[in-house]
């Protein structure tokens, strides 16, 4: 978790976007559970996340994927609404559509009927695109990685249904393999 953390940090940094120490070491690393960070899996920095509003960066390395989830409704709200603006690399975004023909996003899992938000939407560096409350909605990085800039309402990942039933939210590392013995 720690090199993603640090790999995370390196391509912000790349990308002209300053940390200080301890947002680097804030650098929340998900890999849903599965333990296939490089291919389903996101590495967020959180700016704020207020009652009202959240701000985020979302590093993706390449061809990773941000699997497919939506905000439900919760304490009398519609559910969290987010804009997701790219500044660096591409994004395939998915969302609730009308079936785009021939898409450019290609996801890891995919065959086990978990990505079922279709209508593709493709954001270079400046483009953006709102994703509504309780909205399916996933995306995935591009061959050179991306970094995507997310404002939103509140957030409450923790209230995120996923359609992929081995997901968790919480962040899972699998134990360390026994180290042999180095006593004579």
């Not at 994004?91 to 009308?98: K, P």
């Not at 209508?119 to 400046?126: A, K």
Request: proline letters at 10%; one cysteine or more.
């Amino acid at each position: 978790m720690q090199q993603a953390r640090e790999r995370a940090a390196a391509t912000l940094e790349a990308a002209g976007l300053t940390l200080t120490s301890e947002e680097k070491e804030g650098i929340e690393v998900v890999d849903f559970g599965l333990n296939v960070l490089d291919e389903v899996g996101a590495q967020i920095v959180v700016y704020v996340n207020t009652e009202r509003v959240c701000a985020k960066d979302i590093v993706l390395f390449p061809n990773q994927t941000c699997a497919e989830h939506r905000h439900p409704p919760f304490d009398g709200t519609p559910g969290k609404e987010e804009t997701f603006r790219v500044r660096a690399g591409v994004v395939f975004l998915h969302v609730e559509g009308d079936p785009t023909p021939d898409p450019q996003a290609r996801p890891a899992r995919a065959d086990r009927g978990v990505y079922t938000a279709a209508r593709e939407i493709v954001l270079s560096p400046g483009k953006q695109f709102t994703v509504p409350p309780d909205t399916l909605h996933w995306f995935q990085a591009g061959p050179e990685g991306a970094i995507v800039s997310e404002f939103s309402t509140r957030s409450r990942d923790d209230l995120d249904v996923f359609t992929d039933p081995e997901i968790s939210r919480a962040t899972v590392v699998a134990p360390e393999p026994p180290q042999p013995n180095s006593a004579p």
